[in-house]
């Protein structure tokens, strides 16, 4: 009779629990591929990215190039040279970014004052030189909440160059 009471009290406690937070991130997968990038020392090379967000729309794709391990310049699409740009000028800033966003959503699903439920963020990554091929992060907010995060960066043409 005292397990049965026991488990009762025990489950009407977690049923009742009204913590809907939700944390999406396979961050066993993001360690392992950013350690794997970092090893792999790549100092050259260039990739493309087109990053869209619910704050600012779509964007033109860009080429980003990186000499000696630093940004060096950029192109971007023919006849959208005078769009404002947001990009990441390199690995490292991407794997920057997602642990930036991991990290705030963490604080704001944690903030009584914040609208944010629940985050999901995920990655997909290069199986030969594991950088970020396409990131989404997508906010959870309660139903009728307008706006919140949402952002897509996807990123392509990775050529090792010299």
Request: proline share 2%.
């Given at each position: 009779m005292k397990n049965l009471l026991l488990f009762t009290i025990a489950f009407l406690f977690f049923s009742?629990?009204?913590?809907?937070?939700?944390?999406?991130?396979?961050?066993?997968?993001?360690?392992?591929?950013?350690?794997?990038?970092?090893?792999?020392?790549?100092?050259?090379?260039?990739?493309?990215?087109?990053?869209?967000s619910s704050s600012f729309g779509g964007q033109p794709k860009v080429k980003v190039m990186?000499?000696?391990?630093?940004?060096?310049?950029?192109?971007?699409?023919?006849?959208?040279?005078?769009?404002?740009?947001?990009?990441?000028?390199?690995?490292?800033?991407?794997?920057?970014?997602?642990?930036?966003?991991?990290?705030?959503?963490?604080a704001k699903i944690n903030d009584a004052e914040d609208p944010m439920e629940g985050v999901v963020i995920e990655v997909e990554y290069h199986d030969t030189f594991y950088y970020p091929t396409k990131i989404y992060c997508g906010g959870i907010y309660p139903d009728g909440y307008v706006g919140g995060?949402?952002?897509?960066?996807?990123?392509?043409?990775?050529q090792l160059t010299e």
């Open positions: 009742c629990n009204n913590d809907k937070s939700i944390f999406d991130f396979d961050q066993d997968t993001y360690d392992k591929n950013l350690a794997l990038w970092t090893e792999s020392d790549i100092k050259d090379y260039s990739f493309t990215q087109q990053m869209f990186i000499k000696d391990g630093s940004y060096d310049s950029f192109t971007v699409e023919p006849g959208m040279e005078g769009f404002n740009l947001e990009f990441y000028k390199t690995v490292p800033e991407l794997y920057a970014f997602i642990e930036r966003i991991a990290t705030e959503s963490k995060l949402s952002i897509t960066i996807n990123v392509s043409d990775f």
